[in-house]
Nanobody
Framework: QVQLVESGGGLVQAGESLRLSCAASGRTFGNYAMGWFRQAPGKEREFVARISTSGEFTRYADSVKGRFTISRDNAKNTMWLQMNSLKPEDTAVYYC????????????????WGQGTQVTVSS
């Protein structure tokens, strides 16, 4: 199994930045593709960004493209989401997920999840 712990959320004003972290333990981190998802109250969990096992390939939701950057360091068993130019509509609980080998934009295809970290953006 892989255990995931998110951190770095908080309350910020529109236009500001946050950096989320996802620390992994358990199985070999480098064997798992990773993703960031978010869930706002009353809404389904939605894809934000994903990254391949090596970190070479990344994909973003259109709503965050150009503002968010996903990265990972397999030696540190950690993944990050740098969020710039935050907007009120980015407010949600952010989750990191892990799945063996290939990444995916579908939450149902992830086997492991963290507990989530709250991001609130005020206008």
């Amino acid at each position: 199994q892989v255990q995931l712990v998110e951190s770095g959320g908080g309350l910020v004003q529109a236009g500001e930045s946050l950096r989320l972290s996802c620390a992994a333990s358990g199985r070999t981190f480098g064997n798992y593709a990773m993703g960031w998802f978010r869930q706002a109250p009353g809404k389904e969990r939605e894809f934000v960004a994903r990254i391949s096992t090596s970190g070479e390939f990344t994909r973003y939701a259109d709503s965050v493209k150009g503002r968010f950057t996903i990265s990972r360091d397999n030696a540190k068993n950690t993944m990050w989401l740098q969020m710039n130019s935050l907007k009120p509509e980015d407010t949600a609980v952010y989750y990191c997920g892990a799945r063996p080998y290939s990444s995916s934009s579908y939450a149902t295809e992830y086997a492991y999840w963290g507990q989530g970290t709250q991001v609130t953006v005020s206008s």
